[in-house]
């Protein structure tokens, strides 16, 4: 059978599906609802709570209200600080029959899949579908090695520091915590995260270099979080500590067409990906942990059983559905060479297309608006040759990563602020060092009416 | 609109299910397949994996095998160890219809749902499903509660330690770790996720009047877990310790009709529950805590965030769906009076009824199998009034908490073992004391084979 392809027995779903429609999250009524369901600025979902006359009514993305979502709220501030990645929703509504999954109440009820003999908790499904999504892309070398998977990357990124730390103090008996350090700019999770958990066997250490000066004698390890793309600037990282003792973990949730030029398959010992990144389900809760070291292996595995004893069986069948629709999409009409107006990509199954376009055209926007500033200045991102699509690729990365050049401007105040009082909510702080006050990080990768409204402030705001 | 009762835009997906029983996890092929498919001892899933020859075949319960799974293993072990509620399954091949869900891709991709203003990741059809659950079953007060969800109770009880510990340690400045401890025999995972996460806010402190009166003047404060029922033996555990500086969290994952008497609607500050025990549905990761003071509820909130940033979409909209369907059951033909013979009950719409009457008629072949016997011994659990029955209810426990009574047959080894070699694979020790070698756990709300196949090898080595 070819690879994602739909199986027979699914054929009267995917009949059944395009029958209702009405159930679909769109409208439910449909002699009662619009033209355009919601009016384009909300949904009607399967679990929408029923309102007092007993009649599930849209819930209207932000900025919009109304029982029909059809009004505009005046002065709605722009929330660009969240990685939502809503951008992908036109494409699974364009998809809605490839991507639809039925699941009957007895449907993996145990805690148990067919492939736990070890303790496992992953399907040899979802592990056969994630594998042969890295083949196809060829962003990650996944032969003879292990996958994990976990509630979001979320839970790995502390799974992958608890399963490191005993490793790295086990090469020197006796001693301290090991020390969670990333370079300036990085994704605050791993900060976050460190702290909130207070264990007795790592602590957080800030920028590589200095802690590893700092600490240099103590008989300290290290582990170093490197995203490349970074999270929050784009830019492909390297690791900074490369001496025995010091491990990697590589966050590699943005390295895919969508975001990113794919240079070569990724080799590292650690490394993280997500759904939420690659389909756009962020409200899936899935990531998967890519790892080389059996024991490694065994660590993150049992992290994962003790802290929620497994990836929920209904995710791990709908992600299972999806990655097969990500394949089907190209299994037919399998062109993967270059890219062009998102408008072509629209309605299409090309994914990776209809990603890196969106995420393309909305940067070639953002470029257009800082050119004209002096006091504002966007990130510097390279136009590279992509193995994926087998041309070279305009930039598309996730998330703007602007400097306010003028210090006048952030005096006694932020960059975050100065944004913040033209309506325009980014992300402040929290990335490890003095561009916490001279950086904000603006979210591209969200839905449509956010990004309108996010353009629209961005506009009247530099033109002022 | 009735409680529970199906939304008219569902009524197509029930016909739906009706007619595509073919996909939901029995035959894929009627034609090809047995009368009974995969003989009634495996099930074919929508993401079982396809065998070589590109169709799927059955994945086996336990010492059945075959490509239809109608053979027995020969001298197969029965394993009773894990608390897996797969008991529960014949009540959702009856209940097909009422507890399907199509779940389309665009279905809530968001990290956020509706109800996520203050960070929250409920969506309010489940929260008021829970609520409307427990206000029908009165087992718990919910009233002016706020609820927390996890990805299963196991993500948690960690959190519930984590919230409480640093709020245990403000009440004393500079206090050191706090003490989790809990009365023998106790539920393992409370001391095997304290003592893996290794913190430096709390520490594992055992025995709750031993640790109390040794760190009687330290300032050390107190993390009790209570289950009640209790997980091994179905005891209604009251709290050890009562004074200033000691918190209690209720684990009341058993406290359903199914395995205990509904003695009153419990009102503690931290209860736990679980869609695991309630609805079998154990693989889908659901569980919730019930909390009182809103500074606990925050820090859960919070460590729940930060640790996979909240529960799967795709399970919570399924959750709601088996939720309602528990109340749809006994919205038409209403009835809570009673119960009788379990066959009664095979195709019946009560869940209440149809697992107590099962785990009710397990628990009379242990003791009469039991009675037999001056070496081992079986827990006394009494039949009581429970207030969901509105009658005397005979027992149907979660487990058999066994006692090898015979000193000597457990020098050198223990009671788990002395089960072992006549092939019952029960869980051992880590309840605490010396328990861990004179008793041991079988878990009685296992599946149909699972259990039948307990019941031989217990018959035989009690015989023999």
Known sequence: MAAGSPRDEEKPLLHYVSSIKIITGRARHPQKAAAIPCSGHGRVFLDTILAAN??????????????????????????????????????????AEAGAVVIPPVHRMSYLTEATAEGRRITLELERLIRQVHEFVGNAVIKDKFIVIGTGSMELINAAVASLA?????????????????????????????????????????????????????????????????????????????????????????????????????????????????????????????????????????????????????????????????????????????????????????????????????????????????????????????????AIISPSPAYAWVKCEDPGLIMNSSCFNVFKNAGIIGRAGGYGDERDNSYVRFALLIGNDDFDNFMEHLNKFLTE
């Open 54 to 95: 007993g009649e599930p009514s849209c819930e209207c993305n932000r900025c919009f209200a109304g029982t029909d979502c059809s009004s505009k709220i005046k002065n709605c501030n722009a929330k660009v600080d969240s990685g939502d990645p809503m951008f992908l929703e036109p494409f699974w509504d364009a998809n």
């Open 166 to 390: 005993p490793i790295a103090s086990n090469t020197l008996p006796k001693s301290p915590p090991a020390l969670v350090v990333s370079r300036a700019p990085y994704y605050q999770a791993y900060q976050m995260q460190t702290e909130f958990f207070a264990s007795t066997q790592y602590i957080w250490g800030g920028e590589p270099s200095i802690a590893a000066k700092k600490f240099a004698n103590t008989g300290s390890t290290f582990i170093e979080f490197v995203a490349a793309p970074n999270n929050p600037d784009a830019s492909m990282k390297e690791p900074e500590l490369k001496f025995n003792g010091s491990f990697t973990v590589f966050d590699r949730a943005y390295y895919w067409p969508h975001y990113s030029p794919i240079f070569k398959a990724m080799d590292d010992d650690v490394m993280l990906f997500t759904l939420s990144k690659l389909t756009g389900h962020a409200g899936s809760r899935l990531g998967w942990a890519i790892v080389k070291d059996p024991k490694v292996y065994a660590r993150l595995s049992q992290y994962v059983l003790l802290n929620t004893n497994g990836v929920s069986h209904d995710t791990q069948l709908r992600a299972s559905r999806l990655l097969r629709a990500v394949l089907e999409g190209y299994s037919t009409t399998g062109a993967k060479t270059g890219v062009r107006d998102p408008q072509v990509y629209a309605k299409s199954q090309h994914i990776f297309h209809f990603a890196q376009s969106v995420m393309n055209s909305r940067w070639q926007k953002l470029e257009k608006i800082f050119a004209r500033s002096m006091q504002f200045s966007l990130q510097y991102v390279e136009a590279q040759q992509c193995n994926f699509f087998k």
